[in-house]
């Protein structure tokens, strides 16, 4: 025999007496907003959360951001809303497993008909009829409907629909069920309120109204979502801010402060576009546009590359022009070009120290092949079986001290090698100081002795080394690597020196560091932070006749 039905109204009291009954089995559902609202989300949690889970890792993956929550709600309320009536239908039609609906103790079926005729009110049901075991309430609108008293208790059942479209099904399903609640109500006023009746036949009136919707605002409302979501769905994942892992909408120490990264590039190429991939583990993002030679007037293809790294920051990897690989100096001018020509489209002064050397860059190679064609040949050292280029050693404008105070003779003299272009020269030293800079705090004592054989040869080596890379930092991975390289030379160059060199050149570095003192942490400086610092060393290695030196 089944168990006495229990009514659910969604109260915290309905859901654990309901514990893990499935279906409600042995509940009869109210049609409140409460009851309805938690029976839908119950039947449908999982799903609910796949569809959420599925919008925010769609959205992760695709560099969406705090965008991807959004996208994963979203999808969850497509679902909720497009499964929400074969729920109702299922829940509270007559199938379902109400439990034992008997008569009140005591009361035969003929007082239970007189006491339903005198307290139903449904504006709904125009008439009720009865009969020994069985009373049936018609409805124009709503269809026909039978309350029958059986050996199990009391059953509604549905027996004719005034449509047969099964998209109405779930709404006879709600009728029966609601008009089922006043039956209950008027038999057992303890288990159903007046109020919530009302509420029940309000909310299944407004819901067939919204189902009479015409089609044409229907249509309206459907493709104004399907719109809206696939805007959605298009900003999430083909937007420049999805496609570039968000690095258009970033800024970058090389550009106008004012401007983002798109912004930038976006007022120099046309018909530019957004791209990523990963290589070995490691994250790269390119943009590639049009841009116009201004010497011959033809269309040139610009990309270039972002390397991103773990900690969210990323630099400039490289650049190509037609598919063919730039060197150095070249990315350095478009550089130059791109930050030129949005300042001056947008009339913003020059406020970046970077701007006024980018002037000097289209010189510096010549600068540095006419440097080494008029270096003297130097003697044959002992030390040095052949005879080599000598590259101009630094000499002091300033106050007046003896350099061998500091090295000794050189018996060593650095060389001019060629670059991998083929074409350009860079010195030797200066190539063997960016190598080992980085291992400062394992130099030995062949080591050092080793770079002080190169005499006041070092010192210019190592002021060239460190200039051209961080100049090369400050375009690919920004002012904290920047910084955070020269304290690394700095290191370097006193471990090599004994911690004493009185030039002026020295000093006026050592004064960068001291300055830094109580400001800032190089090891978590930002780009924005380290700015000032790095400005400073680039001016004053190029006051000290710094030269860039393309490996």
């Known amino acids: 025999?089944?168990?006495?039905?229990?009514?659910?109204?969604?109260?915290?009291?309905?859901?654990?007496?309901?514990?893990?009954?499935?279906?409600?089995?042995?509940?009869?559902?109210?049609?409140?907003?409460?009851?309805?609202?938690?029976?839908?989300?119950?039947?449908?949690k999982i799903w609910l959360l796949l569809g959420f889970i599925v919008g925010v890792v769609t959205g992760v993956a695709t560099g969406a951001g705090a965008v991807s929550v959004f996208l994963g709600l979203l999808i969850a309320a497509v679902i909720y809303f497009g499964f929400r009536d074969d729920v109702y239908k299922k829940v509270y039609g007559p199938e379902h497993d109400r439990g034992?609906?008997?008569?009140?103790?005591?009361?035969?079926?003929?007082?239970?008909?007189?006491?339903?005729?005198?307290?139903?009110?449904n504006p709904d049901v125009e008439q009720a009829t009865d009969t020994a075991d069985a009373m049936t309430f018609y409805s124009?609108?709503?269809?026909?409907?039978?309350?029958k008293n059986t050996a199990d208790g009391l059953k509604m059942t549905i027996l004719t629909k005034p449509s047969k479209s099964s998209k109405k099904e779930?709404?006879?399903?709600?009728?029966?069920?609601?008009?089922?609640?006043?039956?209950?109500?008027?038999?057992?006023?303890?288990?159903?309120?007046?109020?919530?009746?009302?509420?029940?036949?309000?909310?299944?009136?407004?819901?067939f109204g919204a189902h009479k919707m015409p089609l044409v605002i229907e249509l309206a409302i459907t493709a104004a979502f399907v719109a809206f979501a696939?805007?959605?769905?298009?900003?999430?994942?083909?937007?420049?801010?999805?496609?570039?892992?968000?690095?258009?909408?970033?800024?970058?120490?090389?550009?106008?402060?004012?401007?983002?990264?798109?912004?930038?590039l976006d007022d120099f190429f046309t018909d530019g576009k957004w791209d990523n991939y990963e290589q070995n583990g490691v994250t790269y993002v390119s943009y590639t546009g049009i841009g116009q030679n201004t010497q011959t007037g033809e269309k040139i293809e610009i990309s270039i590359y972002f390397k991103l790294n773990n900690d969210k920051t990323f630099g400039i990897d490289r650049m190509t022009w037609n598919g063919d690989?730039?060197?150095?100096?070249?990315?350095?001018?478009?550089?130059?070009?791109?930050?030129?020509?949005?300042?001056?489209?947008?009339?913003?002064?020059?406020?970046?120290?970077?701007?006024?050397?980018?002037?000097?860059?289209?010189?510096?190679?010549?600068?540095?092949?006419?440097?080494?064609?008029s270096s003297e040949a130097a003697p044959e050292s002992e030390a040095v079986s052949t005879s080599v280029t000598e590259s101009v050693p630094y000499t002091e404008t300033a106050d007046a001290y003896d350099a061998d105070d500091v090295f000794s003779a050189a018996t060593r003299f650095d060389e001019q090698a060629t670059s991998t272009n083929g074409m350009d020269t860079y010195s030797k030293l200066a190539g063997e100081i960016s190598v080992e800079y980085n291992h400062y705090d394992e130099l030995t004592e062949e080591i050092k002795e080793y770079f002080l054989s190169y005499g006041p040869y070092f010192r210019t080596a190592w002021l060239n080394a460190m200039y051209t890379d961080i100049y090369e930092d400050?375009?690919?991975?920004?002012?904290?690597?920047?910084?955070?390289?020269?304290?690394?030379?700095m290191s370097f160059y006193d471990e090599i020196t004994s911690y004493y060199d009185p030039a002026p050149m020295s000093q006026a570095f050592h004064d960068?560091?001291?300055?830094?003192?109580?400001?800032?942490?190089v090891d978590t400086a930002t780009d924005r932070e380290a700015a000032p610092y790095v400005d400073e060393v680039i001016q004053t290695a190029e006051a000290n006749g710094a030269e860039l030196q393309i490996w």
């Not at 124009?140 to 309350?147: N, S, V």
């Not at 288990?191 to 009746?197: D, P």
Request: proline letters at 2%; a negative charge.
């Open 512 to 521: 960068v560091i001291l300055s830094m003192e109580d400001q800032i942490y």
């Open 170 to 207: 779930y709404l006879y399903a709600v009728f029966s069920s609601v008009l089922l609640s006043q039956v209950i109500a008027i038999l057992y006023p303890e288990k159903i309120s007046a109020e919530q009746v009302e509420e029940e036949k309000a909310a299944v009136r407004k819901m």
């Open 140 to 147: 124009k609108k709503r269809g026909t409907y039978q309350l």
């Open 474 to 489: 400050t375009g690919r991975y920004g002012n904290a690597t920047a910084l955070y390289d020269f304290v690394k030379y």
């Open 100 to 121: 034992q609906l008997p008569l009140p103790e005591g009361m035969s079926w003929e007082e239970a008909v007189d006491r339903i005729r005198r307290g139903f009110a």
């Open 1 to 44: 025999m089944k168990e006495l039905f229990e009514i659910y109204d969604g109260s915290a009291e309905a859901k654990k007496a309901k514990g893990k009954s499935k279906n409600l089995s042995g509940f009869h559902p109210l049609f409140t907003a409460a009851a309805r609202r938690s029976i839908a989300l119950d039947a449908l």
């Open 325 to 373: 690989t730039m060197n150095t100096l070249e990315q350095l001018g478009v550089i130059s070009a791109l930050n030129d020509s949005y300042r001056e489209s947008h009339d913003l002064a020059s406020s970046n120290a970077l701007d006024s050397a980018f002037d000097e860059l289209e010189n510096a190679l010549d600068e540095a092949l006419t440097d080494s064609a």
């Open 230 to 264: 696939a805007y959605v769905l298009y900003t999430t994942l083909y937007s420049d801010s999805a496609r570039s892992k968000c690095i258009s909408d970033s800024y970058l120490n090389l550009f106008p402060e004012e401007a983002t990264v798109g912004e930038v």
